[in-house]
């Protein structure tokens, strides 16, 4: 599967973004689909995932109760839709996709065999 990440941008600190990953190839319903962040100098970050089947989701701490993450299997896309963010949210956000399913380890980027190419989120203070 190929992933597109798309939506990024600059933003006033309090503002939201809603980013999308575009998938094409194989059934995106099959994947669990995630978004990592990465700032300069820093090691990459999990953010959100949500499980093919299921639909269940996972919200990493450092965001949690201001992100949402959701997909459209019809569309072949995923979205994660930002709220109230701050100038540490800066950062490229980069969506990854993956045939497993083990919910232990759906924060672990290396659960990841698929990922898009990475928008840039920055906030501004």
């Known amino acids: 599967v190929q992933l597109q990440a798309s939506g990024g941008g600059l933003v006033q600190a309090g503002g939201s973004l809603r980013l999308s990953c575009e998938a094409s190839?194989?059934?995106?319903?099959?994947?669990?689909l995630a978004w990592f962040r990465q700032a300069p100098g820093k090691e990459r970050e999990f953010v959100a995932a949500?499980?093919?089947?299921?639909?269940?989701?996972f919200t990493g701490v450092s965001v949690k109760g201001r992100v949402t993450i959701s997909r459209d299997n019809a569309k072949n896309t995923g979205y994660l839709q930002m709220n109230s963010l701050k100038p540490e949210d800066t950062a490229v956000y980069y969506c990854?996709?993956?045939?497993?399913?083990?919910?232990?380890?759906?924060?672990?980027?290396?659960?990841?065999?698929?990922w898009g190419q990475g928008t840039q989120v920055t906030v501004s203070s």
């Open positions: 190839g194989r059934t995106f319903s099959s994947y669990t």
């Open positions: 990854a996709a993956s045939g497993t399913d083990i919910v232990t380890t759906v924060n672990n980027r290396r659960t990841y065999a698929y």
């Open positions: 949500i499980r093919r089947g299921s639909g269940s989701t």
